[in-house]
């Protein structure tokens, strides 16, 4: 069974880092992309980042620059380093792995962005 653990999440001020890690346990195949997307309260889920199989990375406009993804092939990990942290982008990140025919969620980390 494909298990997502995150971690990495936490309280940082304005203008903060962190960084994101997401290990994934169990076998998974044909690994299309990896990536992140958040939560806040009272909106809808969005993609943050993705990086394909390829190594093509997307990111959401309003974290282009600030943030960048990795992965690690070997150990099916996906990171989120995230720098000069904004209020407004409180909220759970959750992991997220697709193949061709299945997509697994983590159970999310919360970063909060406050003075």
């Known amino acids: 069974q494909v298990q997502l653990v995150e971690s990495g999440g936490g309280l940082v001020q304005p203008g903060g880092s962190l960084r994101l890690s997401c290990a994934a346990s169990g076998t998974i195949f044909n690994i299309n992309n990896m990536g992140w997307y958040r939560q806040a309260p009272g909106s809808e889920r969005e993609l943050v980042a993705r990086?394909?199989?390829?190594?093509?990375?997307t990111y959401a406009d309003s974290v282009k620059g600030r943030f960048t993804i990795a992965r690690d092939h070997a150990e099916i990990t996906v990171y989120l380093t995230m720098n000069n942290l904004k209020p407004e982008e409180t909220a759970v990140y959750y992991c997220?792995?697709?193949?061709?025919?299945?997509?697994?969620w983590g159970k999310g980390t919360l970063v909060t962005v406050s003075s």
């Open positions: 990086i394909s199989n390829g190594g093509t990375t």
């Open positions: 997220n792995v697709r193949t061709y025919v299945a997509a697994f």
